[in-house]
Structures are given as structure tokens and as C-alpha cells.
């Protein structure tokens, strides 16, 4: 049979010739699946995420990233999201129901916080706010379905007793979800980071930081090494449809293959940035979790065991700099952009004040603006040098 050039065009064989061997493995995009024969159809287990039979549901693109994501993390099994906050999403909307409390670190991811009073207020979740660092008044409740952690926290840092916060969960009975995006599966093993091998039962982690590298791509993930909980996970994931391009995780994969260099290598500036910070007028306070002052600081040399941390210092400036004279400092900057996120190339500078972020007393932070810097890979002596010029627009007090 002779067909027509646009149809011989759109026919020609696609298959990859088996002898062909790269480096990076073939990339497949796909929303359709083509089965085989009608048997094939027939017999599809939609459930069984390697029975291909839609892209919803993922091709061995995206698998292939999602079981990298889940060995770097200590897990077992791992669902991809198109952002971390997508990630956070199935998590919530696949544990908590009406009636049900989560219990959330007051240092959490912001947006974190912002999507669950969404849920308080138009689904009947009730949302409980805990000081991570007061592991004695920690107490979840019998109403108690999910509780959020992160170490370290965002924007202050603090590092949390990851042991005892999770000692007293497992007492409860209560879901334990970690955002690991800070420490990558990299700083500590999420699922068994103590003596007695104890560990989250979930984590989240934005794929967008460290594993793209780039600042150019979104991506989230969740990793269990529990298989009930992947399976509920699953079907949330497939019902609403939440799925990621072969593309993104084809330029992710790629990527990871430098991730623990990048992540060794941003630390490593971070701590000579961090040490030239503390000996600055201007900054009454600087966060990181290796500063021996930060809060946490013994439970992070606990957990990370080879003492490793993400690129993020924040610094709180004298309360006398009002809010005029810190966007002259930030503004001021060349090296330093401008910008949400973390994780990329190129450093970046953020601002914030604390008194509208925080719903608890935080009696350890001092009151000043604070600054955040995330640590890119430039050489160190150059975002020194640049820091050092800024902080000369600010007024002498
Ligand atoms: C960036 C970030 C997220 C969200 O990731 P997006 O891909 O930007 O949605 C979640 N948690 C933490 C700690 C983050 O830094």
C-alpha cells in the first residue's frame, strides 16, 4: 500500500536502534502511549506506574528521574509534581480531610502556610502552628493527621530536634512530612537520620532548587519508603492529573549528575561568606545553622553528620536601619540579583521582615530587617567584595 507523503511523513519508523549506547539516556515525550494490540489495551493496569498507557502517568523519562530522586533521598518510591509547592499539594490534599488538624513548623515554607489556611478556611482543616524548637510543649493532639517539618527552617534557618519532634509524632501515631529542599537528600538522610534509625515517613522536596541548578526549571517531588503510603499517593496523583514534561525532567536528570559537587562546593562559600558576615558592624545577627550561636546548632552537627548545609545565610540588621536604608543595600548590589528561590548559579538577595511572617514569639531572633542571601557560584571573594561595597551606601548610625 502507497501512501501519501504527509502520511509516510507522520509513519516513518520511531524506534531507537538498540545497538546505540549515550550517556544520557533516550528521552520520551509523550501524552499518548501507542499499545501494541488490543490485548495490550485490554490488559493495561493503569495502578502500575510501569504499564505505560498514558503520559499522565509517566514514561521512562520521567521515571527514570524519580527513581534517582528517591535513591538520593534514602527513599523507596517518589511521585514527580510540577513545582514543590505542587508537591506540597498532594500531600496535603492526599492526607488531610474535613475534621482532620495539621500540625505545622512556624518556620515552614511560606506558601506552605498560605495553602494550608486555604484548606482551614474553605475545607475544615484546622491548622495548629508549633515553635519547632520546643520540643517539650510539642503535643500533637488525637485530631492530629499530618505534621509538617523542615530543617532548616525557612528564611531563619533554625535547625529543629528532627529526633525528638519525630520521636513524639510516632508516639501520637501521626504522619510526619519533612520539606527537604534545603538539606537535598544530601545534609541528612530524611528516613533515618538517628542511632535508632528513625525518620520521616514523607518528604517533599523542590526539584527546582538543587537538582535543576539552573533557576530555570519548576519541579517538585514526594518520596516514602512506605508502600501504602506511595499507592495513596499514587492515585491522588493520577486523579488530579498532576504530571511533569520529559523535557523538565530530562534537563533535571541531567543536572543531578553535578548536584553533590554544586551543593559541596555553595556550602563551602556560604561558611567563608557567613564568617566575614559575623564580623560586620551593620549585622547584629547571622543565621546558619554552623554559626555556634544559631539555634539548633548542636542538632544540626547532629543530624548532618558530615556537617553539610545548603547555601542560605540570612543576616538581621541593626533594628536602627529602617526599611529605606536596607532596600539601598539590596539595591546596591551587583553580583548579588534580586530574586525569589535558591540553588542556581547566581546568588541572590532577599529581604523580609519577620514580624509579618511569624505567628509565634521567636524570643532567639532579634528585631531588624532581615536579609537573605543565596550563595551561587561565584567565586566567594567576589560576593565578599561585592557585600563590602553595598554595605558602605548604608547611613553611618
Ligand atoms: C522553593 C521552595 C519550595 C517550593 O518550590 P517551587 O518549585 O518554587 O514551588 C518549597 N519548599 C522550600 C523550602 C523551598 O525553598
Same mark, same amino acid.
Not at 528585631?367 to 557560584?377: A, E, K, Q, T, Y
Given at each position: 500500500?502507497?501512501?501519501?507523503?504527509?502520511?509516510?511523513?507522520?509513519?516513518?519508523?520511531?524506534?531507537?536502534?538498540?545497538?546505540?549506547?549515550?550517556?544520557?539516556?533516550?528521552?520520551?515525550?509523550?501524552?499518548?502511549?501507542?499499545?501494541?494490540?488490543?490485548?495490550?489495551?485490554?490488559?493495561?493496569?493503569?495502578?502500575?506506574?510501569?504499564?505505560?498507557s498514558y503520559g499522565t502517568h509517566g514514561t521512562p523519562t520521567t521515571f527514570t528521574l524519580s527513581d534517582q530522586i528517591a535513591q538520593i533521598e534514602g527513599g523507596k518510591y517518589c511521585l514527580l509534581a510540577p513545582s514543590g509547592l505542587s508537591a506540597i499539594n498532594l500531600v496535603?490534599?492526599?492526607?488531610?480531610?474535613?475534621?482532620?488538624?495539621?500540625?505545622?513548623?512556624?518556620?515552614?515554607?511560606?506558601?506552605?502556610?498560605?495553602?494550608?489556611?486555604?484548606?482551614?478556611?474553605?475545607?475544615?482543616?484546622?491548622?495548629?502552628?508549633?515553635?519547632?524548637?520546643?520540643?517539650?510543649?510539642?503535643?500533637?493532639?488525637?485530631?492530629?493527621?499530618?505534621?509538617?517539618?523542615?530543617?532548616?527552617?525557612?528564611?531563619?534557618?533554625?535547625?529543629?530536634?528532627?529526633?525528638?519532634?519525630?520521636?513524639?509524632?510516632?508516639?501520637?501515631?501521626?504522619?510526619?512530612?519533612?520539606?527537604?529542599?534545603?538539606?537535598?537528600?544530601?545534609?541528612?538522610?530524611?528516613?533515618?537520620?538517628?542511632?535508632?534509625?528513625?525518620?520521616?515517613?514523607?518528604?517533599?522536596?523542590?526539584?527546582?532548587?538543587?537538582?535543576?541548578?539552573?533557576?530555570?526549571?519548576?519541579?517538585?517531588?514526594?518520596?516514602?519508603?512506605? !508502600?501504602? &503510603?506511595?499507592?495513596?499517593?499514587? $492515585?491522588?496523583?493520577?486523579? *488530579?492529573?498532576?504530571?511533569?514534561?520529559?523535557? %523538565? +525532567? #530530562?534537563?533535571?536528570?541531567?543536572?543531578?549528575?553535578?548536584?553533590?559537587?554544586?551543593?559541596?562546593?555553595?556550602?563551602?562559600?556560604?561558611? !567563608?561568606? &557567613?564568617?566575614?558576615?559575623?564580623? $560586620?558592624?551593620?549585622?547584629? *545577627?547571622?543565621?546558619?545553622?554552623?554559626?555556634? %550561636? +544559631? #539555634?539548633?546548632?548542636?542538632?544540626?552537627?547532629?543530624?548532618?553528620?558530615?556537617?553539610?548545609?545548603?547555601?542560605?545565610?540570612?543576616?538581621?540588621?541593626?533594628?536602627?536601619?529602617?526599611?529605606?536604608?536596607?532596600?539601598?543595600?539590596?539595591?546596591?548590589?551587583?553580583?548579588?540579583?534580586?530574586?525569589?528561590?535558591?540553588?542556581?548559579?547566581?546568588?541572590?538577595?532577599?529581604?523580609?521582615?519577620?514580624?509579618?511572617?511569624?505567628?509565634?514569639?521567636?524570643?532567639?531572633?532579634?528585631?531588624?530587617?532581615?536579609?537573605?542571601?543565596?550563595?551561587?557560584?561565584?567565586?566567594?571573594?567576589?560576593?565578599?567584595?561585592?557585600?563590602?561595597?553595598?554595605?558602605?551606601?548604608?547611613?553611618?548610625?
Amino acid at each position: 500500500m502507497k501512501n501519501n507523503a504527509q502520511t509516510e511523513l507522520l509513519h516513518a519508523e520511531r524506534k531507537a536502534p538498540q545497538y546505540i549506547s549515550t550517556v544520557q539516556p533516550p528521552l520520551f515525550r509523550a501524552s499518548t502511549i501507542i499499545f501494541q494490540n488490543t490485548d495490550a489495551l485490554f490488559n493495561r493496569h493503569w495502578s502500575d506506574p510501569y504499564d505505560y498507557s498514558y503520559g499522565t502517568h509517566g514514561t521512562p523519562t520521567t521515571f527514570t528521574l524519580s527513581d534517582q530522586i528517591a535513591q538520593i533521598e534514602g527513599g523507596k518510591y517518589c511521585l514527580l509534581a510540577p513545582s514543590g509547592l505542587s508537591a506540597i499539594n498532594l500531600v496535603n490534599s492526599c492526607f488531610l480531610s474535613h475534621g482532620d488538624e495539621v500540625w505545622v513548623a512556624d518556620n515552614i515554607y511560606g506558601p506552605n502556610m498560605h495553602h494550608l489556611r486555604h484548606l482551614e478556611s474553605r475545607y475544615g482543616i484546622s491548622v495548629k502552628v508549633y515553635n519547632p524548637m520546643d520540643v517539650e510543649s510539642f503535643q500533637p493532639s488525637k485530631r492530629a493527621k499530618l505534621i509538617w517539618l523542615e530543617a532548616a527552617g525557612s528564611v531563619t534557618l533554625e535547625f529543629p530536634d528532627l529526633v525528638g519532634l519525630v520521636n513524639k509524632a510516632k508516639t501520637a501515631h501521626v504522619l510526619t512530612a519533612l520539606d527537604n529542599t534545603w538539606g537535598a537528600g544530601l545534609a541528612f538522610n530524611a528516613f533515618d537520620f538517628s542511632e535508632q534509625h528513625l525518620g520521616v515517613d514523607l518528604t517533599i522536596h523542590a526539584l527546582t532548587k538543587y537538582p535543576s541548578g539552573g533557576a530555570d526549571i519548576l519541579m517538585g517531588s514526594v518520596v516514602t519508603q512506605n !508502600k501504602e &503510603l506511595y499507592q495513596q499517593l499514587f $492515585q491522588i496523583h493520577a486523579l *488530579q492529573g498532576i504530571c511533569v514534561s520529559g523535557d %523538565d +525532567s #530530562a534537563q533535571i536528570q541531567r543536572s543531578l549528575a553535578s548536584m553533590r559537587m554544586r551543593y559541596a562546593h555553595q556550602a563551602e562559600s556560604t561558611l !567563608k561568606i &557567613l564568617n566575614w558576615l559575623q564580623q $560586620q558592624e551593620p549585622c547584629v *545577627q547571622v543565621l546558619h545553622p554552623a554559626a555556634p %550561636d +544559631s #539555634a539548633g546548632h548542636s542538632y544540626w552537627k547532629e543530624v548532618c553528620s558530615s556537617a553539610q548545609s545548603a547555601g542560605l545565610v540570612s543576616v538581621i540588621f541593626k533594628a536602627a536601619y529602617d526599611l529605606t536604608a536596607i532596600r539601598k543595600f539590596c539595591d546596591s548590589l551587583q553580583l548579588f540579583k534580586l530574586g525569589f528561590s535558591w540553588g542556581g548559579p547566581i546568588s541572590l538577595v532577599m529581604l523580609y521582615q519577620l514580624n509579618e511572617m511569624r505567628t509565634l514569639e521567636s524570643d532567639h531572633l532579634q528585631s531588624g530587617i532581615l536579609v537573605r542571601f543565596c550563595i551561587g557560584l561565584e567565586h566567594a571573594d567576589d560576593l565578599i567584595a561585592d557585600l563590602k561595597q553595598a554595605l558602605q551606601h548604608l547611613p553611618l548610625l
